[in-house]
């Protein structure tokens, strides 16, 4: 069971270091913990939260090691950081910033060899859903990770309905449940849920069968709140 933070374009370093600091000492359960901030603010989470077992993760990486990239950064300047992993395809990053299927695979390739784990986000819009779409949303999305990207332990998926994301909207646990069978059919990797995991519905949604974690945005932006999800997906 792993529960990652993603910190979006929250928190500078001072204030990622106090929360790390902050989560140091906090009661996490026994589950696998990650929190990923902003770049300018991953040195400071990976300088406090060193001896822990708290790994921290990038937001995104580039598929190239250098070049005229302007506003990106490569998988080998995460790792030097002492960076473990990175997050990819965000819908946030697929919307906003016009990430596509096929760049989804170029960064989690490019990831993947420089030896970061790689936290792949997939998910249906409000409309794909009321469509009738999902389950071919999730099945292309996700094929084109199945086809272009080799098999490795160090892969996860994160379904994240958009509907879901920032909006306090919660897949009901069996719509989780669902889509991450769907999921695993196409390519049998962990799968994190994603959208409006609160502490009052992390050990529901997280006790799915095919539930293996939980990507949390907003919550995880309080020491308090995101030790409380930890804590509640460590029962199930
Ligand atoms: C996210 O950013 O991946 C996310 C799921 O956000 P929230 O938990 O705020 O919906």
């Known amino acids: 069971m792993l529960i990652a933070g993603n910190w979006k374009m929250f928190k500078g370093p001072e204030e990622a270091a106090d929360f790390c600091r902050g989560l140091r000492e906090a009661d996490i359960g026994t589950v696998d913990v990650v929190v990923c901030p902003p770049?300018?603010?991953?040195?400071?989470?990976?300088?406090?939260?060193?001896?822990?077992?708290?790994?921290?993760?990038?937001?995104?990486?580039?598929?190239?090691?250098?070049?005229?990239?302007?506003?990106?950064?490569?998988?080998?300047?995460?790792?030097?950081?002492?960076?473990?992993?990175?997050?990819?395809?965000?819908?946030?990053?697929?919307?906003?910033?016009?990430?596509?299927?096929?760049?989804?695979?170029?960064?989690?390739?490019a990831a993947l060899a420089r030896g970061l784990q790689v936290i792949a986000c997939v998910g249906e819009t409000a409309s794909e859903r009321e469509a009738g779409q999902t389950e071919a949303v999730l099945r292309r999305q996700v094929g084109a990770i199945a086809a272009g990207v080799a098999e490795t332990d160090d892969l996860i998926l994160a379904y994240e309905p958009v509907w879901a994301i920032g909006t306090g909207k919660t897949a009901t646990p069996e719509m989780a449940q669902e889509a991450h069978a769907i999921c695993k059919s196409v390519l049998d990797v962990p799968v994190l849920y994603g959208g409006s995991v609160k502490p009052d519905n992390a050990a529901e949604l997280s006790s799915q069968p095919d539930v293996d974690g939980a990507l949390v945005g907003g919550a995880s932006l309080d020491v308090e709140s995101f030790a409380t999800i930890c804590r509640e997906a460590s029962h199930s």
């Open 39 to 109: 770049y300018v603010s991953l040195a400071a989470a990976v300088q406090t939260l060193s001896m822990t077992e708290i790994g921290v993760f990038g937001q995104s990486c580039h598929w190239e090691e250098t070049g005229a990239f302007t506003g990106e950064v490569s998988a080998p300047m995460l790792r030097e950081l002492g960076v473990y992993g990175t997050l990819v395809g965000h819908s946030e990053r697929r919307q906003l910033f016009g990430e596509t299927d096929e760049t989804v695979v170029l960064r989690t390739n």
